[in-house]
């Protein structure tokens, strides 16, 4: 399968602040790259599909770039309602794997 | 609305078995692959299996930490997808989600069930 790496797996962030979260593929994965949020108690939601496409109803200030095996997540003025772990997930192969997660916490 | 409830999670023995299953609302369920994933507690998420529709002949996968012990199944004409747990082990907790893929060359998963919580333990 082919695994994927987070990093930071957290950081500490203030409102307004521009964050960018890497995750890296064990190979390439094209722009098979999907990006999801998700809050304490809450389900995961999907931000971003192939790489860079905003799910609908997403805000703006979040945006996705990368292909091959190297991919961000960046946020554009951080909000509170952000604060919350991301996960990147591959769709390239049929077995759908995700990193390990990134927890987005308030400085 | 388009939703999906799971139901049947419980404490469960190291050895035992459960079987989980979710219902869908508000979509064609019979045309989306529809699959399952965990989260244990504290821990991220983990792709655990998924059954294609009938066009693709229904067919299966599983992550290799739970082939051959789990089984997904589903019934288009009750708009209902299954998990078959066997052999559990006490890595198996977790809060197990259904999930719908989307149709086309990109597949992510939306929406999300709210999950149901599978202890294993004695």
């Known amino acids: 399968d082919i695994q994927m790496t987070q990093s930071p797996s957290s950081l500490s962030a203030s409102v307004g602040d521009r964050v960018t979260i890497t995750c890296r593929a064990s190979q390439s994965i094209s722009n098979y790259l999907n990006w999801y949020q998700q809050k304490p108690g809450k389900v995961p939601k999907v931000l971003i599909y192939a790489a860079s496409s905003l799910q609908s109803g997403v805000p703006s200030r979040f945006s996705g770039s990368g292909s091959g095996t190297d991919f961000t997540l960046t946020i554009n003025g951080l909000q509170p309602e952000d604060f919350a772990t991301y996960y990147c997930q591959q769709s390239y192969t049929t077995h759908l794997t995700f990193g390990g997660g990134t927890k987005v916490e308030i400085k | 609305e388009v939703q999906l409830v799971e139901s049947g999670g419980g404490l469960v023995p190291p050895g035992g078995s459960l079987r989980l299953s979710c219902a869908a609302f508000g979509f064609t369920f019979s045309d989306h692959y529809m699959d399952w994933v965990r989260q244990a507690p504290g821990k991220g998420l983990e792709w655990v299996g998924r059954?294609?529709?009938?066009?693709?002949?229904?067919?299966?996968e599983y992550a290799a930490s739970v082939k051959g012990r789990f089984t997904v199944s589903r019934d288009d004409s009750k708009n209902s997808l299954y998990l078959q747990m066997n052999s559990l082990k006490t890595e198996d907790t977790a809060v197990y989600f259904c999930?719908?893929?989307?149709?086309?060359?990109?597949?992510?998963?939306?929406?999300w069930g709210q999950g149901t919580l599978v202890t294993v333990s004695s």
């Open positions: 999930v719908r893929e989307s149709m086309g060359s990109y597949v992510w998963f939306d929406p």
């Open positions: 059954t294609r529709n009938r066009a693709n002949g229904y067919t299966t």
